[in-house]
Structures are given as structure tokens and as C-alpha cells.
């Protein structure tokens, strides 16, 4: 990322909303679930599985929680009417976590079970670190409970990742591996870039040896890579693939064609400015996008 991209990304907070909407647009499928189902359709027929997620998240109100699970109830109301090939991803602060774990529980459980009942799978996505342990609770709550068509995220670049794969180990659970996307202490967190690739590596070979089933998230060519090495002599129903939508498809395509199981996160809803700060941050081509986008405007004007 160069300075200029830098400066931008703190400044992100203050660029004004619809700048923002503009921008992160190809990192949403829109705010109402047929434009979610228009693009899983999409990736579906371009051979590609996907994960539908309801933005919303940090939720503070009983009512809003509730009205995300009631969403989900309709995703899988879709998915199964259109034959999508999709499971969701939902967020533990989506669901009530900051209003009390045994409230967040209780909606999670409404969502697995609803899942369960139509074959489906809920993964829960991880937030900040303030929310890891109730998040690893939540899963082998439910676990324990019987749900086996759950599964978790973990974070690369937190230090602590590799003990909860060793913690997780018994479940022979479903693990979604990413770099993570939340800055935290350093005191808990690699910030190195190689550190953290070194660390991805380290908890998939864990993974891989505590025979989880591993979702393989990441743009990152090289990591993809270091993946392929480990892979090949698996079965391809033993790991898959998961890249966000908007970024790099063409790398999605490719690995679609060379026969892996590939799946497309999908957020829509009303919700989506958090979500899309991060995308925007994470951007290697931020500042040329907010350039482009701000003389585009200044152009149309006539200024
Ligand atoms: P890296 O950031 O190094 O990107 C590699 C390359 O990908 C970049 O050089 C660029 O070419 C491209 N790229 C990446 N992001 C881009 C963007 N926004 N716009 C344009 N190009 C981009 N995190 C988390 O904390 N909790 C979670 O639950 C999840 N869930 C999740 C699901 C899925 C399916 C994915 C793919 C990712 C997540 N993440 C996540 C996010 C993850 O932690 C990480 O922040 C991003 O995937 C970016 O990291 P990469 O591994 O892609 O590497």
C-alpha cells in the first residue's frame, strides 16, 4: 500500500456516505435478498458455491437481532425455492452477542436449526477480538447440542490462533481460515505481513493433520499456493476454497477450472457500511479509486 493509499484508509471514516456506497459497491450484492440470489445464480452457474451473509452486526436491540434471524429464515426460504447452491454466514454481534451471550445463543440455535431442517450449513464469521471466546463458545455450545452442520472462523493473525485449532481439535470441526481483518493489540496480534502468512500455514497444517474439513479464505496468490502442496493428494471434498465477492474473480475462475470447490461470500442488506469500510481498506488500489471517483463526479458537473 503506498502512503498515499495509507492516508486514505484513515481517512475513510470521513468520506461521506454515498462516496462510500459507490465505491464498496462490488463488494455487495445490494440492500434486498433478490439482488443476493441474482448474483449467487451468477456464480453458481459460473461453477462457483456460495455463502450468503445479512449485513448487520454490533447489534444493540432485541428487535433488530431478532429481525436479522427472521432474514436468514428467508435466505433459506430462497435458497431452497431457487435450488441455490448456498449456505450462509452470519456474525455472533449480529445475532445479540453484546446483549448478553445466552440471547445470541438462542438466535444462533434458531438459525442452525432452521439450516438443519433443509440439509443447510451456518458458518459464524469471527469479529474482533473481544468476541473471540464467546464466539468459540457459541460453537461447541452448539455443537455439543448436536448441530454438526456449524461452522467457525479463525484468524490467522492472532496470535492465540494455533491453541484453538489444537482446542477445537476434537470437534473435527469446520474451519473457515482467513488472515483476519480486525486490528488488535500487538500484544495479540501478528502485524507482519510475513508473520501472518507464516502463521496461516501453521493452522492449516494443524487443521489439515486434526482432519478438519478446511474453507481455504483468501486472495493472496501465494498462500493459495502453499495450499495447492498440501492439497493435491486430499480428496477435493476435503477442503474448499472462499473468496469474497468483488475481489480478484479471476483468480476464482481459475481455481474453478482447475476442478477445487470454490465459494463466493455474498453480504447484502441495509446494512452495509461497516462492511464496506473494511473492503475499502483493505483495497491495494484505494486512493486511484477515490481519485477516479471523485474527478468522475467533478466531471459530470461540468467543473
Ligand atoms: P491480502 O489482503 O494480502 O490480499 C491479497 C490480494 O487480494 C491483494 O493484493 C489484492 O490483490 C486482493 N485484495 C484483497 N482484498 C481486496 C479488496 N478489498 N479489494 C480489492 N482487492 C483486494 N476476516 C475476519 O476477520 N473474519 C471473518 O470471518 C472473515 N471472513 C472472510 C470470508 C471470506 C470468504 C474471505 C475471503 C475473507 C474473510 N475475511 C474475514 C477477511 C480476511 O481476513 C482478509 O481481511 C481478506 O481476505 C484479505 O486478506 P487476503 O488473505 O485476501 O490477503
Not at 54 to 74: F, K, M, N, R
Not at 160 to 187: F, M, N, Q, W
Not at 271 to 279: E, N
Request: with cysteine; hydrophobic share 45%.
Amino acid at each position: 500500500m503506498t502512503l498515499l493509499d495509507s492516508a486514505i484508509v484513515r481517512l475513510l471514516p470521513a468520506v461521506p456516505k454515498p462516496v462510500v456506497r459507490r465505491l464498496s459497491s462490488r463488494y455487495i450484492a445490494g440492500p434486498r435478498l433478490e439482488e443476493a440470489v441474482r448474483v449467487v445464480q451468477a456464480a453458481n452457474a459460473a461453477g462457483k458455491l456460495a455463502t450468503i451473509d445479512v449485513l448487520g452486526e454490533e447489534i444493540s436491540d432485541e428487535a433488530a437481532a431478532t429481525a436479522i434471524v427472521e432474514a436468514y429464515e428467508d435466505v433459506f426460504t430462497e435458497i431452497e425455492r431457487r435450488r441455490l447452491k448456498s449456505n450462509v454466514s452470519v456474525k455472533a454481534t449480529g445475532l445479540g452477542l453484546a446483549l448478553g451471550y445466552d440471547l445470541c445463543r438462542a438466535n444462533l440455535e434458531r438459525v442452525v436449526a432452521h439450516a438443519a431442517s433443509s440439509g443447510n450449513f451456518v458458518r459464524v464469521d469471527m469479529e474482533d477480538a473481544s468476541t473471540t471466546d464467546d464466539t468459540l463458545a457459541l460453537y461447541r455450545d452448539l455443537r455439543g447440542a448436536g448441530y454438526d452442520n456449524l461452522g467457525v472462523v479463525l484468524q490467522a493473525s492472532l496470535r492465540r490462533t494455533l491453541d484453538d485449532v489444537h482446542a477445537l481439535a476434537d470437534l473435527r470441526p469446520s474451519v473457515r481460515l482467513c488472515k483476519g481483518i480486525y486490528i488488535e493489540s500487538t500484544a495479540i496480534q501478528f502485524r507482519d505481513y510475513e508473520q501472518v502468512r507464516a502463521s496461516f500455514v501453521q493452522a492449516l497444517d494443524a487443521l489439515l493433520a486434526a482432519g478438519a474439513y478446511v474453507a481455504i479464505a483468501t486472495h493472496d496468490e501465494w498462500l493459495i499456493e502453499r495450499t495447492l502442496e498440501r492439497v493435491t493428494e486430499l480428496g477435493r471434498d476435503a477442503y474448499e476454497f472462499q473468496m469474497l465477492l468483488g475481489v480478484r474473480p479471476e483468480l476464482g475462475d481459475r481455481l474453478v477450472a482447475d476442478g477445487h470447490r470454490l465459494r463466493i461470500y455474498v453480504p447484502f442488506g441495509e446494512h452495509w457500511y461497516r462492511y464496506s469500510l473494511r473492503r475499502l481498506q483493505e483495497n491495494p488500489a484505494l486512493a486511484g479509486a477515490v481519485a477516479r471517483d471523485t474527478l468522475g463526479r467533478l466531471l459530470t458537473r461540468g467543473v
